[in-house]
T-cell receptor, first 112, second 117 residues
Framework: GQQVMQIPQYQHVQEGEDFTTYCNSSTTLSNIQWYKQRPGGHPVFLIQLVKSGEVKKQKRLTFQFGEAKKNSSLHITATQTTDVGTYFCAEPTSGGYQKVTFGTGTKLQVIP | EPEVTQTPSHQVTQMGQEVILRCVPISNHLYFYWYRQILGQKVEFLVSFYNNEISEKSEIFDDQFSVERPDGSNFTLKIRSTKLEDSAMYFC???????????????FGSGTRLTVV
């Protein structure tokens, strides 16, 4: 089945430091999505990347899609305590688009 | 902002009992999903539903599970003969039709925490 690996599994950063999570797929992706889940909350859609090498920004968040469309990253500049949560990448199922498979997630803790 | 609504927020049930988890997807969305998340673990796909039928299901979604859209707004997940390992957070999600090769982000509900005792 599909395997979407994310590293690191956990990350503790001091408030103001940068943070990056990486997502790697065993197959070439048509697109990739990113979600954030606050502690005790539900996944919230952040963004979708479609094009090879695509880079998108949302304020302090920068999302990249690899040239080969097999990996992606999320970078947060100058973390804040509101960034705390688990960040998941999610890839569409092979051969279809009616489900996405979530990655293993990176849990971010921001120390004030 | 349109929301996906799930009820109840928390359900405690005896092992072996049947539970029905309810969801009201966003009204103009066409695809519906159930996911589950065991505490501290990844979000696992259970089933997707389109045009009043299951479009895809995972190996987790066996005969113990069923989904239904009993009317124009509700989308339910039934779990029969619950087991201790069914304890998890169950999320309903919906999405707009995305066209060939594309998908749109899902809107998730707040979830139902199921505890089987």
């Amino acid at each position: 089945g599909q395997q979407v690996m994310q590293i690191p599994q956990y990350q503790h950063v001091q408030e103001g430091e940068d943070f990056t999570t990486y997502c790697n797929s065993s197959t070439t992706l048509s697109n990739i999505q990113w979600y954030k889940q606050r502690p005790g909350g539900h996944p919230v859609f952040l963004i979708q990347l479609v094009k090879s090498g695509e880079v998108k920004k949302q304020k302090r968040l920068t999302f990249q899609f690899g040239e080969a469309k097999k990996n992606s990253s999320l970078h947060i500049t100058a973390t804040q305590t509101t960034d705390v949560g688990t960040y998941f990448c999610a890839e569409p199922t092979s051969g279809g688009y009616q489900k996405v498979t979530f990655g293993t997630g990176t849990k971010l803790q921001v120390i004030p | 902002e349109p929301e996906v609504t799930q009820t109840p927020s928390h359900q405690v049930t005896q092992m072996g009992q049947e539970v029905i988890l309810r969801c009201v997807p966003i009204s103009n969305h066409l695809y519906f999903y159930w996911y589950r998340q065991i505490l501290g673990q990844k979000v696992e796909f259970l089933v997707s539903f389109y045009n009043n039928e299951i479009s895809e299901k995972s190996e987790i979604f066996d005969d113990q599970f069923s989904v239904e859209r009993p009317d124009g707004s509700n989308f339910t997940l039934k779990i029969r003969s619950t087991k201790l390992e069914d304890s998890a957070m169950y999320f309903c999600a919906s999405s707009e039709y995305g066209g060939t090769g594309l998908s749109y982000g899902y809107t998730f509900g707040s979830g139902t925490r199921l505890t089987v005792v």
